[in-house]
């Protein structure tokens, strides 16, 4: 494939709308410096240094989406009547994502996972201890009707949807099934970013799991070019997909795209494989799976092809594993990174 024609359409990414709905969470991110042990416990004393909130779960996605068109995102999800539900529509506007169609439910927490860190003089940063807000029941019939209503609205005005589920409670089936009828009957892209539960989402034009959730949902291991093709056959057939991409860790990524026959039988899907762009430098791979379905369907809905679209989710994902956290790339880091590949 050659990467300068990939490099020519990079800009078109900044014309697409996406719309993300699914679970939005924030990362809020408390460092401190030992000072002593308490006198009334046996537990160490922080003194505050920094306090950051970061976009995780579908906020991530939502926010991969932003840096990358320049803040044609929008989202739809439910937060909590409480502080931390303010904490994340201020994170989420300060990165240009519209959240007029964000739902309120006072009966839920707004998800947030708090992490505390210390340090010393004498040491690096470790994380000391996490507290999870959350909510992880489905949503009353009265939010979900809310939720429905707002997707049947948002739809209309943006280019493609990222289904984005942690299993939190807001993509009931009725919500999935909304969002997917009303994307197919307005012609939009759908793509589903899921881990588990995956036939849920039957009638998406695509999905991108990693290849242990895959293996999970297909009930066999993966470790072939045998297994890799009936994989992509298999969730053709369960899921109705006109593409399926697997990520595959240090061993890349594999797209199948379906086509038809003159008979108009249904043939193996077309298989294709790369590399991973970028094996020395990975330091974090939370939250890659966010920037892949973001930068693969922003590509799609652009114009590229489902291989372009493929290279420029793997190129996004090598660029933000080297960090540490959620974190967002943009054009200029994507043409970078490309220019640095000698061959695709």
């Known amino acids: 494939m050659?990467?300068?024609?990939?490099?020519?359409?990079?800009?078109?990414?900044?014309?697409p709308k996406i719309l993300i709905i699914?679970?939005?969470a924030i990362d809020e991110m408390v460092f401190g410096q030992t000072e002593r042990i308490s006198r009334e416990a046996p537990v160490l004393i922080l003194q505050h240094s920094e306090t950051k909130i970061i976009l995780g779960t579908a906020s991530n996605a939502a926010h991969n989406i932003s840096s990358l068109n320049c803040g044609k995102a929008g989202a739809i999800g439910v937060l909590g009547d409480d502080y931390y539900g303010g904490v994340l529509i201020k994170a989420l506007n300060d990165a240009k994502i519209n959240t007029d169609f964000m739902v309120v439910d006072k009966s839920r927490k707004t998800t947030t996972k708090t992490r505390i860190s210390?340090?010393?003089?004498?040491?690096?940063?470790?994380?000391?201890?996490?507290?999870?807000?959350?909510?992880?029941?489905?949503?009353?019939?009265?939010?979900?009707e809310k939720v429905i209503q707002n997707i049947k609205r948002a739809i209309p005005m943006y280019d493609g949807v990222i289904l984005?589920?942690?299993?939190?409670?807001?993509?009931?089936?009725?919500?999935?099934r909304a969002a997917i009828d009303t994307a197919k009957a307005h012609g939009k892209i759908i793509v589903a970013d899921i881990q588990k539960d995956m036939e849920r989402y039957k009638g998406v034009t695509a999905i991108t799991p990693n290849q242990p959730d895959s293996e999970k949902?297909?009930?066999?291991?993966i470790n072939d070019e045998k297994t890799l093709k009936k994989a992509g056959r298999d969730f053709s057939e369960k899921l109705g997909l006109e593409y399926t991409l697997i990520t595959r860790g240090e061993k890349g990524m594999?797209?199948?795209?379906?086509?038809?026959?003159p008979d108009n039988k249904e043939s193996e899907p077309a298989m294709t494989k790369i590399p991973a762009f970028n094996k020395k430098e990975v330091f974090d791979v939370t939250g890659a799976g966010d920037t892949v379905v973001a930068a693969f369907t922003l590509a799609l809905c652009a114009g590229m092809t489902p291989c372009e679209a493929m290279i420029v989710g793997n190129l996004a994902a090598s660029i933000v594993i080297r960090q540490f956290g959620c974190h967002t790339t943009n054009l200029e880091e994507l043409k970078s990174e490309l220019n640095n590949i000698k061959e695709i």
């Open 164 to 176: 984005s589920d942690y299993h939190l409670g807001c993509l009931t089936q009725r919500v999935i």
């Open 2 to 15: 050659e990467k300068n024609e990939i490099l020519k359409k990079l800009d078109r990414l900044k014309d």
């Open 254 to 261: 594999v797209l199948f795209e379906n086509s038809k026959k």
């Open 217 to 221: 949902f297909l009930g066999y291991f």
């Open 118 to 144: 210390g340090s010393c003089s004498q040491s690096i940063t470790q994380q000391i201890v996490r507290i999870d807000r959350q909510t992880k029941a489905p949503l009353s019939a009265d939010i979900e």
């Open 22 to 24: 699914g679970d939005f």
